[in-house]
Structure formats: structure tokens, C-alpha cells
């Protein structure tokens, strides 16, 4: 460990770091724009200057980009020397001739990187006499919204969206004084990942677009530690709340887990809690089909009153808590427990589960998955179904242009220069899948096959690895580049609802743990808390099927459309007269409009409760605001039905920590539950946590418009969590973060006062718990599948996972159903060129009985004999995974027109650069 | 492959086959197709006089890039031309030499002449007006090139002379 | 005086083609190098002889060629040379002359320099406008690899090497060797971060070396006839012949090639024919439009890097920019910081957005608007602006050269513009 000197100070510094980096961690207020924790240095902004003496008995020392230059053994600055602070605000000073002076009607006023850094200079008066340059805006979709003449031209933009996150439509154009960072025509940015551009500029040039709808100033804000469900990454989102509504989602960092970033869907998915489609009242079915609001105590003895006496049984769900899915089974008994899965995943996840506690391989965080020196990805678009672990990908690629720039002497951190030294090297990433993969760009090698290739491929690799190469070169070539590798990763999942596929994947996994390497495995699976239930199940679960075969008299339906599980028929059968269903939920659906009673759930941002990740991860979430009418969460409706119901072990519960106990002493595997995050009896210092920020305005003024009277502020007496003000903002554990403030420091960038060291792990900790661990047993599974039967002119169906669409809750927000849009086909060029049809066009597709007219969209590489059809669209709620399909062109087709439902476009005026080419 | 791009594949190449050939010359000697991408755009302005916004999409697809990069990369360059541009382009030296040397009264001169200032095309298109940073003929000064020919030693009587058939007045 | 580097241009300044190159010695260094010495002993007499280069900075060619790693040392791969021939400094017009007049001497000098580096592929990155001296290089390329001195196994020495013009698309930052290797790449020419300098990771991340057109056409004449004959050609310190030229309102303004350490009064004087009747030498600048301005009183200087250097300015590319005194020092300082602030590849914020600021104060004081403290600004800027270090890359620091002396030589000058109101010379 080096010592340096800042300003006589002496200070141990980490190898290899960078001096703004240093500064940083030794809690030294050092301006910076635009070196980033996650995307290093290129010395563009010079906002981070320092003096750097050559010795004791220099004293005029020279200026030096504290993010450009490393540290050595001795070396001696100055951050307060005149020369360093004259010039830090002379670069403040001109990045603001052309800045607009409209901070306080400025979407980014009060959390702006650039207001902050203008203060810490301490620049004041303008001396520019000239004119600014001004800039014409672009429409980029209905997300983000662009504002150029903010820009300080930092760069961050460019580079995180091209470098870091892959996307091909957003860069620097243009020169000097008029360069521009936009699209090279107006439209909707392609990346699934554009909305961290909001958090990654610096000033207000890109903005959350649904948030400036329903703007809030950030101390305005009321905000509480959250987990993300739009998938089951689990990234951690700090949520903000104000007038009972849900404003915006932005990033909550987790050393492991997410990071900075998020993807699209868990950033502006969450509009579904603002719904007008919300259930607000409890409703009992009258004869003419009509709901009958009910108060929650009514509803709740007619609930019990139902139950008395009867066979129950329980429909637990992969979107709702731990919590509420135990509460759930203990109340109907894990006999009569059905996990909410459909048929085909139902023992996808049975064996996953059994795979992740088994298995010698580890389960990589995504911290880890970004290490990876080889990944072979099999039959997953993860971009679609595990977005997050995807822009890992993209960084685990790099690893590759680390080492030569190691074997070089550069440092991690010198980012154009790594990149010009490796060009477009990268670590291998093979993609073995039906259709092309948005990592297609990065990958090495991409194998189209279908499904049950992709199985059989996989176990050539396994042959090959047990030293029996197979006759396919291509799977003995790919073993050979997993053994050499020193940190491979494999990469599965059920998006393909294939059993054989996983089994392979864990196979090679495990022949490869055999290896010095050992090998990491890391499984997709479809939902925030897929595997928090399937631990839940046991073998006397029984299946959705099951329940439709033998239908209980009473059923209980917690957070589950079973519309998109079950096939019509199932469904009417199950939900017919005979039985009485109980359904709670939050948003209106099929399944509520069959029930007999429906209960009101609070969504998870008026909630608390636990997710299991993908990895095994148990993570809590906390209500930011308080449920709206007569909502509650659904681990209060059950626990109340278990009171009235007399419960023998339920009914002493009383509080979110007993339930979570519980729960953790009912099965080995949730042990460690309690430890997600601390329990109710928390308090830092005597205080709870605020959820509102010391500068938290109005809270007087909020309701007058209602009454005068400024109303109690509700107490929260479940979790330690306050809905105030008062309380403490500064190192609490990482769980109970509910947004990052710092003296000084009002953008999100003051997260690096709550992190331990620059793009280290919080001061407190990492948020949430791993409840499985790695086993030495090793899990053998028997390789059987039953491979899908070819038929002429028929295809095989396969789902095709998106970001946008595919999810049940995020696309009921307006601009996530626009991203969306409507149910589609993917075909191979040939197969379009033979039907006629191009991109666009409609065709009507038949399958096991379902006829449904779809869009065209064409894809480069696709499997032979496969289309795909996009999952979880209206349109195709019943096509299902591997089963045949036939085409026709759809005469009636009309190309649908592009509908703005959520995006304010204007005219579509084709953007210039100012000064175009320059001088034209 | 985005949606927008595929849509794109379909209108089908808008570079003429003497254009594609020379830019695969070029790319001949290059390690990655973007390496070519300076030469595609002034190969393609050579004959086109400038590069309109399908030519650009046209050559990124040719070269394997986003439209976006390619963009950033036209519009970084003073000599490529993202707006049509008349016959010919006047590339007039305002930099030191030329400007001890009296320039700015030569600009006056032709602005007069032809009716058009920097950045304008006359109205019979023959002429576009731009600055170019010096041409590195200071001891000819002033000095500018219409079309490929270097004018030295300009006065008032030789931009009368050059230009007095072109047509006044400037065109949108 | 011998003339070295100019030997085949006449008066008329015809081109010299590949038979008259050759007729007038030319390929002869090639040949005795192809016949046997190895790359090392071409690097030794480089290194001995004291060659420093001429795109401004002085950078001593022997030693900048001694950090490309050794094929053992590196990744196995090409290597690169690079000539930068793009020439868009204010008031420099030397290179233009050396390509459309001699294009053999180039060549041959880049198969050496490139022989010696161990490259394999090298580059002529040439200004777009240069027309005349593209057609002339295309044909003598043509010529060379008719003729076998170009291509797979030169003169049967085994070594191949393949030479490609590239024209640039316009921008001066290009002249910047790393971002000229940028440009090279296809991409935007923003300079890059040094280190590693391109010796070690230049062009697509491989070794690679930028020298200036005069540097390499050096190279053919210090191989053939040694170190010690070069040494021999300078008046002062430096070694060798360099050409000078003089704009401005002098007589007969024009480009010459002069031992180095040629004082400055023969160059203006003799050369240059002296001041235009009518007009007086106020100051000069004396290497181009981004070194300081130097004034009478350093007219008996030599043009050797450290002697103009002493002076508080830098020799540059050697060719002078003449102030006169009808001239106004803040209109030709404001003339080039709009230059620069215009050319500036927009990548660090004192360059970006700092020139336009100083451009917008010297603006307001020709156009009669200054104000006292004006000048003030203008000290500031060139604290902030013009140290090495301060920004990305030389670019900025290079346009506050002319401003600061300016200030310092002309201040009065400065003054009068703020107390009249208007610009004095107008
Ligand atoms: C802004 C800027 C512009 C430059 N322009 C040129 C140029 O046009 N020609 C040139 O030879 N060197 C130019 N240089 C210097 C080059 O960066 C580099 O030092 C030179 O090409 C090295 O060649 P040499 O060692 O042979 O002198 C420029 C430098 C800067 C900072
Ligand atoms: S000083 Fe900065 S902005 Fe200017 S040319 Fe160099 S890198 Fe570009
Ligand atoms: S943060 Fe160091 S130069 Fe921008």
C-alpha cells in the first residue's frame, strides 16, 4: 500500500488506484465530471485537478487530473493550493458560458452533480459577455426526455451507452463548442438500458420522461430500500413517493447485485402502482356477476365464514414475498399448497431448485458473473430475461483487453486507453440458442439450433469435457476454451421451458468444477421470487393441474393471473361454480374477474417483504408509502384470515418479523431469512431510519387542500423504517438505505460517501443474504427429455422473451405498453421470404387449437424449423413453448400504426447539430 | 440488429456499385470495416459533392456500423459535407497570413460577387462559400481553392474575373 | 550552402520523378541498407545524429524510435509507420513544398524508418487539400511498387512493407499524432491519452511511429552519409538543414532550406527579402501560429530549438509569421485563437469552452467593446489554459502562445484598444 501526501497528509492508498480515487476514499471533496466508479477515466472534464509537487522542496508543483493519474510510492499534492482551486473553478466557469441559469425550473435542480460541483468551486459571477450556444432537442422515445443545452459535454453519456452498455444509437456528434450527444435521427433509443443515462449524465440533459409527468424534486421525495420485481435478478431500487404516488425508480446500489445500473423494465416499470386499473376495495360476487364493495372486516368473516370447515386449498405466486407465500401454506397446509407455477415450469423449478442447493459449481452474484474470462450461454436471450446479468456480460467480455493492459502496465481505470489497446479482442462468449441474442455483438460465436439441439449440443460439450470428443467440433472446440479458461461461467435458465437444456448446462457446469478453475453457474428463471416459492413447495404440493383435476371447495389465490398458467378450459374449470375463490391482487385480471370474493393487495412499493434471486439471494423490500384505500399487503390479509380462522400457529403472529421468523425456523433453507435486513427493533443511534430527507418540503401544505389540519404522520410499526424526516442519513446497513445524501453532495454521486471505498461495498454492508450454499455433493441429474416430434410445414414454437412486454405487471404502465407494442412472430429471413411477408406484415399463426393473428418481425439468425412468438402478450397468452405451429399470410391484415400512447412527439423535426459538419 | 435497421436492409443498397467497389479497395488494407469509414464518406462525396442522410445510412450498413457512429464521425470533419453544396466549393483561407495579407476585404469581395456569405450556395448552385484554416500556401497569401484549384495571391480583379458570370443571390 | 532536402526542387518547382530521383543519387541509401545493414545499425546512426523532429515539437527521432518494442517484447503483429503530413498549422507551408516537389525523398525515407522500427505497414496521412501533392505521392507510390522498392521483399532484402495514403477529411487536431492515429482508425480525431504513448499501443493498438514529412525526408541522407556529415550541417547545436519560410508583408515571402541555427535576421532579411516599403517588423512569431511572439530585439537569434526556447518561444515548424506595424496585434492574436477555439476537437473543457471564452474578450476589444478588466480575463484564461497538463493535449496550450506574449510584447496596444474604444489600426 503506497502513502501519498495531500496537503501534508499522509494517506495509505490502495495499489493501482488513481489519485481522484484516493481522494475519494479518504473522504476528500474532489470535483470530478467524467470519470465514472464503473466506467473509469479519460480525463475529458479536467474538473479534478490537483497540484502535484515532484518533491519536499518543490512548491510550484504542476497541475494534474486526479483521475488520470495513479498513484505512486511518495508522491505529494495539493487539493487547496491556489493554482488547483483557481483552476477547478475556471473549469466551472466555462463549462457554465453556455450552461442555461435555470436551476431552480431545472428537472435535475436540488440532485444535479453540476450544481453541486459549481458550489464546491465556489463559482459565482459570471464574465462571459457573448451569446450561448443553444441546441435543438431529439424525441428519444417515451422514457427519456433530452434537454441539450444542459450539456457539459462530460462525455459519460456516450460512453456508458456505447461502451458499457453495447447500445449503437447515441453518441458525440459534431465538434469544439458545438458538440452534441443525441441520435443520429430522432427515435426511440434501442438500448434496454438508456434509462441509467439519467442517472449517468451529470446535469439534466437526460431525464426520467414519466418522472417530469409527475415531477417531484428530489428532497420532496419519500423513499424506502427496495428490491426490484421485474425479474429475478433482484436489482435494488430506492423508489420515491410524494402526493401517494409513486414518481420514479432510481438505482439503490449493491456491491453484488446490481451495482449503478438497472435495466429499462425496473426503472420505469412500476407506473402499474399509479393505476387506474388498482383494486381499492374488497368485492364480493353477486349473483349478476357484479362485485359488491365490501369493508376489509367484512370481507375478511365472509372470507373465514367460507372457510370454516371446508377443503381449502392455496395458489401461492412467483411475484408475491416469502412472507405472504408461507403465510399462504401454513394457513391451507403445504398439502394443499400449489406454488403457482403452470404445468411445464412447475418442475423446471423443482429441479432448479434442486440444482441450486446440490450443485459443486457456484452461484455467481453478478459482481462475480462480471469476472468471467469465458461464458457459454445456453438457449437464453438474457438481455430479455435477466437484463441486468446481461450488461454484466457485456463487462465480463472486457476481461480479455484487462489482461494484455495488465501485461502492459496500464491500469483497469485507463479506459480509452485499454479500449485502443485491445480493440475488438475480447474474453470468449458463446451463444448457443434457437434465435439471435441482443449479446450477439459481443459474441464470439453464436450457434443457432433448436431447442432440443441445443440439449444434445450441450451434452457433446459434456462428452468432450469428460475427455470423449464428440463428433461435433464445434462442442470439442468449446470445451477445450471452458477448460483453458480460469474463470468460466455457464449460463441457463427455463426461458425455453426445457428441461433438457438446464440439465445439460448444469452438467457442464459440473464437469467443470472437476477443473482447478471450478466453474460458475448461474440459472435464469422467470420471476422476482420463481425460486423464493419453489423452496416453499414440497413433493405434497400439489400442481395447478392437480387443483384443476380435484378442485377444492374453497380456494385461496394470492397475487397470481393463473390466465397466463393455465389453458381457457383449465382455467373455467377450475374457477367454476363449485368452488369458492378468493382472489387478491392489485390489478384488475382475469383471475379476479372470475373470483367469488376479491381481496385489495398493496403493491410492493406499499409493502415489506422478501425475494429470492436468482442466486439464492433473500432480499427485503419496505413500503415507501402507506396502501391507498382499503389496500393491504397480502401477508396482513392472510394473517388476519388466520386470526379469524383460528390458525392453530398463525393466529399468535401478529407482526412482520414473527411471520419472517417463522418462517425461517419452518425449513432449513430460510434460516438465514431473518438476516435480509434488520428487523422492526432496529435503530441507529435511538432513531429509526427517515424516509424523507432532512429538506423534505411542505408536509404542512401537502393536504390543505383537504384539511387545514396537518394530519398525524403515519407510524410505521413494522418495519424501522420512519415515514418522517427526523432520524439519520448516514452509514446505516445497506438494507435500510433508502436514498444517498451527502452535505454538499445532492446528485446520486454522493453514493460514493456511502460506499466503504470508490466502487466498493457500502459502509453498511451488502444488502441481503445468500440462503443457499454451495454443496460438494454435486448435482447429478438424469439427462432425459422428450425432444419435440418435426411435422412437415409445421414449425416449432419458441417463446422470445422481451424486456417490454413480456413481464405481467411493468407493461401496464403507458410507456412500457408503448415500448411494447403488440403481440408479434420472429421469423428467419427465408422463412418471411417464402410466406411473402416482411417486417410488419401480419400472418395468422395455429397452434394446438389457437388461431391468432400476429405481427411480422424478422430476424438475421434464426434456428432451423423455429419461429418464435413474443411471450406474454395478449395475443399470445396460449401458444406454448415446443409446440407446433402453422402459418398463412393474413389477408386482413393492417399494418399497425405506430400509436403514441404514452410519448409527448411533437413535430418530427429532423435534428441538426448545431454546426452540422462544421462549417457547412 | 435493431428493428430500425432491418427495416432499412429492405429499401436496398443507395450506393452505386463503383462506389462500393472503391470503398472495399479501401477495405482491403484495413483490420476492421469502421477503419474505412473516413475514406467511404469522401469516396461517396466525391461523386455526390456531399453526404445526405441515406447515403450515410448506406455506407454504415455497408461498413458494418450504426448510422449514429458513422454521423459522429462525418460531422467531426470539416471536409465532409452533410449538406448539398454547390458545383463547386470555394475553400477560402482566413487564417493569420492570409488575414495580414488583406483577406477579409477579399471576402467582402466575393461575398459581394456572388451574393452569398460563408456556409451559402449561390442561387444558380455553382458556389458555395466556406473558411478553411490555412491552406499552407502564407507566402502566395491571400490564397483559396475553388473546386481542386489553388487561387494565390487573390486581389479584386481576379475574383471579379472568376466569378462575375456566376449567378447573384443565395439559394436555401 | 549544400542544399540537402531540396536538392531535386528547382525554381520552377517541378516534380521529381522516380528517374530523376534516382538519377540524382536517390535510392541509393535504400539499396545500401537492403544490401546489409540491420535495422539496429540504422537505429544507432539515427540516434547518433542528433535529428530532432520537425512537426514542432523537437522530439529527438533516434530516441522516440528506440521505444517500440523489439519484436520479443511485444505481441506478435503488425507495427506501423506513420508520416504525418498533415500540415494545417497556421503559417506553415514547408511540407506541401517537400511532397509535390519530391515525393521519392518521402518514400525512401519512410521503407528506412520503417525498416528500422520494424514495420510493416505504414501510412501517409496527408490534409485533404493538399490536392496537388496527393496526385504527385499516388503516381510515385505507383512508381515504387512497379519497381520493386515497394511491396513483398524489398530489392530482394526479404523485407516487405506496404505504404498507403490516406487523406485526411479536414481538422487540424488530426496534426495531433494520437488523434491522427484515431483518424487513422476511422474514428472521431480526439487525441488520446498518453501514456501509453503510440511507440508501444498507436495505431489499433499496435506499435506504431508518427514523424513529421520534413523529419522522414531527413532519413534517406543521414543513412547514406552518416551521422557525423548531418552534425556537420548545422551552424549551432542542432544538427542538420531545416527549411524556414516567412509570410506576412515581407518582400518575397517564401520557404528555404538553411543549416540549423540560421540566425533569424538573415532569414527575414536576406531570404525574405526584408519589410515590404512602407511597413515596419513589429514582432514574429517564429514557428508557426502556436509558438510566442519574439520581437526586434531577437532578430540576431539562432533558429536552434534551445536557443528559441531561451527566448520564451519555440522554434515550431520553423516558418515565421511576420507582425508589421500597420498590423493590430489583437486582431491577429484574436485571428488565431479563432482558429484554434474552431479547430479544437471539443474532447476537454479549457480548450472546448475556454478558447471561445478568450476569443469572445479579444472579440469585444477589437470591436471596441473592451473593458479594463478584460485583460485581466485574459491572464486568467492563459493560467487556466495555456500549461501543458492543463488540458488533454498541446492544442490549447500551443493558441495561448500567441496571447500571452502578445500581452507581454504588446500591451500598450491591448491598452489603447479599451481607452480609444475602438481598434487603433482601423
Ligand atoms: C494540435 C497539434 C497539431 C499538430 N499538427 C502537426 C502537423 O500538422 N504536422 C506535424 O508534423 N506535426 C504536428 N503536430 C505534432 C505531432 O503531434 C507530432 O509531434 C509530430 O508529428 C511528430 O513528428 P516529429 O517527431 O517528426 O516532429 C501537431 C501537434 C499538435 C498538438
Ligand atoms: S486541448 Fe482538449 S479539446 Fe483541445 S484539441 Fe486537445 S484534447 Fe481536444
Ligand atoms: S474526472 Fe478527471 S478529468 Fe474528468
Redesign the interface.
Known sequence: MPTIFIDGQELQVNDGENILEACLNAGLDLPYFCWHPAMGSIGSCRQCALVQYQNEDDTRGRIIMGCMTPVTEGARFSLKAENATEFREAVVESLMLNHPHDCPVCAEGGECHLQDMTVMVGHRDRRYSGKKNTHRNQYLGPLIHHEMNRCITCYRCERYY?DYAGG????????HDHL?FG???E?VL?SEFSGNLVEVCPTGVFTDKPFLKQYSRKWDLQSAPSICNGCAVGCNIAPGERYGKLKRVHNRYNHEVNGYFLCDRGRFGSGYVNSDARLDYAGIKQADGSYMAVHQQQALETAASWMQGKKVAGIGSPRASVEANYLLRELVGAEHFAAGFSEAEAPLMASVRRILQTTQAMIPSIKQIEAADAVLVLGEDITHTAPRVALALRQSVRNKSFELAEQMGLPQWQDAAVRNLA??QRSPLIIVSAM?TRLDDIASQCISLAPDQIAEFAVSIVEALAGEPSSNKQANQIAEILQSAKNPLIISGTSMVHWGIVNAAVAIAESLCTEPSGCMLSLCIPEANSLGVALLADKSSPSLPDLVNSPPEVLLVVENDLQRRLNPQQMEQLMSAGTLVISMDMLENATLGASDMVLPAASYAESQGSLVNMEGRAQRYFPVFEPAAERLPSWQWLLKLAALTNHKSLSKIEHFDQVVAACAKSQAEFTNLVDAAPDQSFRDRGLKIPRQTHRYSGRTAMNAGVNVHEPQQPHDHESPLAFSMEGLNRDQPAALTPYVWSPGWNSNQSLQKFQAEVDGPLKGGTAGVKLLQSSASGATQKASCEAVEMQAHHWQLVPVHQVHGSDELSVNTDEIAEMAGMGFVSLGAAVAHKLGV???DGVVLASGGTEVSLEV??L?RVAKNCIGFGLGYAETLYLRAGSLATLAVDAQWQRPQPQLIASDKATPD?I??EG????? | ????E??QT?IGSVLTAEEIAEIDAELA????K??????A??IVQANRG?VS?QC??GIARHLDM??????????????????P?GEKVI?FC????C???GCDDIKDKISQTLGID??ETTSDNSY?L????????????PVM?VG?D?VTHIDHEMVQQLFASAEQGSAE | MEKVLTRNIGVDQKPTDLKAYEANGGYQGLRKVMAGMSPQDCQAVISDSNLRGRGGAGFPTGMKWSFVPSDDKCTPGHKYLVCNAD???????K??LLMECDPHQLIEGMILSAYTIGAD?SYIFI??????AIQRLRDALKECYASGLLGDNILGSGYSL?M?L???????ICGEETALIN???????NPRAKPPFPQVSGL?GRPTIVNNVETLCNIPHIIDRGADWFKTLGLGEDAGTKLF?????VKN???WELPMGTPIREIIEQHAGGMRDGYQLKGFLPGG?STDFLTTEHLDLAMDYNVIGAAGSRMGTG?M????DR?CPV??VL??IR?FA??S?GFCTPCRDGLPWSRQVLQDLEEGRGQPEDLETLSYQIKYIGAIGNTHCALAPGAMEPLQSALKYFYDDFKQHISSGRCPYH
Open positions: 456505447k449503437t444509437d447515441l453518441g458525440a456528434q459534431a465538434s452534441y441520435r443520429h435521427e427515435g434501442e480493440q475488438d439471435e416482411s417486417e410488419g418481425r424478422i438475421q429532423p441538426v447539430a452540422g459538419s462544421a462549417h457547412v | 440488429m435493431s428493428k430500425s432491418m427495416i429492405d488494407h484495413v483490420p476492421y469502421s477503419g474505412a469509414a473516413i475514406d464518406l469522401k456531399w442522410d450515410l445510412q450504426s448510422a449514429e457512429e458513422l454521423e459522429g464521425v462525418a460531422t467531426f470533419y470539416n471536409l465532409i459535407y452533410r449538406r453544396v475553400l482566413d487564417s493569420v497570413s488575414w495580414i495579407n460563408y456556409g458555395t466556406l473558411p478553411v484554416p490555412c491552406l499552407g500556401a502564407c507566402d502566395r497569401a481553392m481542386d489553388l | 500540415e494545417m498549422e497556421p503559417g506553415t507551408f511540407d506541401r505497414i490534409r485533404g487539400e493538399y490536392l496537388l506496404n498507403y490516406h487523406p485526411s477529411a479536414g481538422r487540424y483518424a487513422l482508425e476511422g474514428k472521431r480525431a489499433w519560410g516567412v509570410s506576412g508583408r515571402p517564401g520557404c501560429g516558418t509569421i511576420i507582425l508589421d498590423t486582431g491577429m485571428n488565431l482558429f474552431h479547430e476537437c
